[in-house]
């Protein structure tokens, strides 16, 4: 398999079979390909010289990856799928021969005496040996001896068994515990320091330290792959790649993201609330056509020669709902509360006035949150730190929120407001009172209830969504942004 | 193959006649370009604002010395503004005129669907076009879902069927770019036409170069260090970074200003032309001065 990408085998068979084990395995991870696109990527590699791997690696992405959110994915399927094919990517058992030359070079550059001379190809290099070609490969930012270093790393370092079953992350852990970059920085950091002439002002600190920064990242990414692929050589392609499948940004679950998902579903959402803004105001605007507008009619008569060939309309004016939201913020569902809260003050300019209740087992309004405030995250943050809402124990107990909800604010409710409850109504078997809800819905235009659990999990164990939502006009699964920006959309 | 359909060589020749022209192009915009030449494909470039997405598509158009014909896009964009358009006004005089010659309805109705009354918009007139052209379509994203439809039959076939004079079909194959701010989904149809090329904000080292390829008059030291603290000012979360049209017109404000370093001070007053929202220059200058206090921290510490 590993010569089907040298130029002679290239021809026919080989490529198809093999392209299309990728494209099925970019299905697997989520991603929507078309067969027209996949006959453009099997053109599309035709042109392109197969020895050039990123050439290839962008002509496939170009025709099958039609949405940014999703390079991620291909990129990991991509790396997975090919990483033993290509003479540059095999596992090479020689290459510490390699890293010796370069090492040799280096230092036949520097000519620095206080460097430690390296031993005879083949030998192993000792921890310390390792550290110093790690400090100068990042102090340089050599790619090449980066990525020597990395792939010495992890051989050293992460302590591979053939076999065992664990996932990559524990390697990579073992690996970056041994090389100390914390450590490393803060050495760099030293010498920059010291061999600047005059002393370094802050900002230069500061972008040297980023520089480092940016390198060590790559170190990281370089160690990684370097990991995948000893694991890929392991167990081979398909175990891997399902290992390594992730849920697309769009359909990562709230209630259970990684810190890493939540950072990338935190920078998901303000393209997400920009795009969504500029569609619903085009709806409002193009939804329905208002009255004939005569003035303009008769003044583009003029050019027909008075005939009122193009009938021109007014602009409709339709009115904006009212939008109250009651988020629970306790724990397991505050990060769903959170991108709610965000996403509906990010387009509160289509609703003529939003207001925001949180409660755990109190409840507190916290729209003076958001008044006047630029950054809606920050805001969101205040929120999860400033609203009172702990009324007895700090555990969520619908009924009592709802009580004082309805006692305090329930007036407040016309008939052009919109009422969304966010919350997975685990009451802990606290009195439901649900009679809150029909109350509310009597004088509301809307109700709706989100409930970031899947609806599997409704009404089994303290979950009580199912009494509530007899009062509601809809009780919606929001699990991950689509089903979030689904909702949203209805609103409006 | 001594004259070869295919405009471009390699990749490589991409790359470098792109950057005779000014436009530093990285592996994936060279590689697309030259793939969308070898498959007869339009290209769809999507990205945040001011990263260079229309000016890739005039720096080819200047690279392959072709006509670059341009379609703006807005909301409320329909076939009469993009495709063609009957000369209405011109349509009517003359039959007015011709009513007096006393000619027969069927004599007039062939002469006023003719060429002569046809208002040729950007798409059809690249596609009839005798000399080579460069067709953009700027911010596709913003006509409506409908109105997509409209481009889809000139994306795949590179026709356009006019109903009372037939199909004009595109006598050669025009390169084309679509730009999108990604302000909205498009449709899968269109996208499923399109070669996709996602362009970010360029890496140190090319920002560096545009800097220096840009800007007139500007020393290396001062364009690195531009490109520097460009690049920690967009690691912040910020509502908008600094694209690379900013980051130009910063490096120009200081070549101007005569400034050969930069120091807090500087960039804290200059960073007005980097950020166009308060909140995210308060949120830079409370990053460069908070930097500031660590390490005085970090080297009273020492």
């Known amino acids: 398999m590993s010569d089907a990408l040298a130029p002679e085998a290239a021809a026919g068979q080989a490529i198809t079979e093999l392209l299309a084990g990728f494209i099925q395995e970019l299905r697997q991870a989520g991603l929507p390909v078309s067969l027209t696109e996949n006959l453009d990527a099997m053109e599309a590699v035709k042109h392109i010289p197969l020895e050039d791997r990123e050439a290839f690696k962008y002509a496939l992405a170009a025709t099958l990856v039609k949405n940014n959110a999703h390079w991620r994915a291909f990129e990991t399927v991509f790396e997975v799928y090919f990483s033993l094919r290509g003479s540059r990517y095999r596992i090479a058992d020689v290459d510490e021969d390699e890293l010796a030359q370069l090492l040799e070079q280096l230092e036949q550059q520097e000519q620095d005496g206080a460097a430690p001379q390296v031993g005879g190809a083949g030998e192993n290099l000792t921890p310390e040996e390792i550290a110093e070609m790690l400090f100068r490969a990042l102090q340089r930012g050599d790619d090449a001896l980066m990525r020597a270093v990395a792939r010495q790393a992890v051989r050293r370092f992460a302590g591979m068994e053939p076999g065992r079953p664990v996932g990559g992350t524990y390697y990579l852990y073992r690996t970056l515990r041994n090389l100390d970059l914390d450590g490393v920085l803060q050495k760099l950091m030293d010498q920059a320091r010291q061999s600047s002439p005059e002393p370094l002002t802050p900002l230069e600190e500061r972008l040297e330290q980023d520089e480092y920064e940016h390198r060590i990242d790559q170190l990281k990414k370089e160690i990684e792959a370097e990991i995948r692929r000893a694991l890929v050589a392991d167990r081979g392609v398909e175990a891997m790649a399902k290992t390594l499948r992730k849920p697309l940004p769009e359909d990562v679950d709230f209630m259970h993201a990684s810190r890493e998902e939540m950072a990338s579903l935190r920078k998901a959402i303000y393209p997400l609330t920009r795009k969504l803004a500029v569609r619903l105001a085009r709806k409002r605007r193009h939804g329905r056509k208002g009255p004939l507008d005569f003035r303009s009619t008769v003044r583009h008569s003029l050019s027909y020669g008075g005939v009122p060939a193009e009938p021109k309309f007014k602009y409709p004016r339709p009115s904006k709902p009212e939008i109250f939201v009651i988020a629970d913020i306790s724990g397991s569902v505050a990060a769903f509360a959170r991108f709610t809260l965000h996403l509906v003050y990010a387009i509160s300019n289509q609703f003529s006035k939003v207001r925001s209740f949180v409660f755990i087992d109190g409840i507190d309004e916290v729209t003076r949150l958001f008044e006047g405030v630029e950054d809606i995250a920050d805001a969101v943050h205040r929120v999860n730190t400033e609203a009172d809402v702990v009324w007895v124990d700090g555990h969520s107990d619908y009924g009592h929120a709802f009580e004082v909800f309805w006692n305090q604010w329930g007036k407040e409710i016309g008939p052009k407001t919109t009422v969304l409850v966010l919350g997975d109504a685990r009451n802990n078997y606290h009195a439901s009172q649900s009679w809150v809800m029909k109350e509310i819905r009597k004088r509301a235009r809307h109700l709706y209830w989100l409930n970031p659990e899947p609806k599997s999990y409704w009404d089994t164990g303290d979950s009580i969504v199912g009494e509530y939502a007899a009062h509601c006009d809809g009780v919606y699964e929001c699990r991950n942004l689509r089903q979030l920006e689904r909702f949203v959309d209805l609103l409006a | ?302």
């Open chain 2, 1 to 302: 193959m001594a004259d070869s359909p295919y405009r471009f060589e390699s990749v490589a020749a991409v790359r470098d006649s792109l950057r005779k022209v000014d436009y530093l192009s990285d592996d994936g915009i060279a590689g697309i370009v030259y793939l969308a030449d070898r498959l007869g494909k339009p290209v769809l470039v999507e990205g945040p604002a001011g990263t260079g997405k229309t000016q890739l598509a005039k720096s080819v158009a200047e690279m392959t010395g072709a006509r670059l014909i341009r379609l703006q896009c807005y909301e409320g964009l329909d076939e009469s503004k993009a495709l063609f358009e009957w000369n209405y006004k011109k349509q009517l005089l003359r039959i007015q005129a011709e009513r007096s010659d006393g000619k027969t309805w069927e004599a007039v109705e062939d002469d006023i669907f003719s060429e002569d009354f046809l208002l040729t918009r950007p798409l059809l007139e690249a596609i009839s076009a005798e000399e080579p052209v460069v067709l953009l379509i700027d911010e596709v994203d913003r006509v409506e879902v409908e109105t997509e439809a409209l481009l889809l039959e000139i994306l795949s076939d590179y026709q356009v069927s006019i109903p009372e004079l037939g199909t004009i079909t595109a006598k050669q194959i025009p390169l084309v770019f679509l730009t999108s701010n990604n302000t909205r989904e498009l449709s899968e149809a269109l996208k499923r036409r399109c070669l996709f090329l996602h362009v970010d904000y360029p890496e140190l080292d090319r920002e560096r170069e545009i800097v220096l390829t840009k800007v007139p008059d500007i020393t290396e030291a001062l364009a690195d260090q531009v490109a520097r603290i460009v690049r920690s000012i967009r690691q912040l979360e910020l509502k908008k970074s600094p694209s690379v049209s900013e980051t130009l017109d910063w490096a120009r404000t200081l070549v101007l200003l005569g400034i050969e370093s930069v120091d807090v001070e500087t960039a804290k007053s200059t960073i007005n032309i980097l950020l166009k929202y308060q909140s995210d220059i308060a949120k830079a200058v409370r990053e460069l001065d908070q930097e500031n206090g660590t390490i005085t921290k970090a080297a009273a510490g020492a």
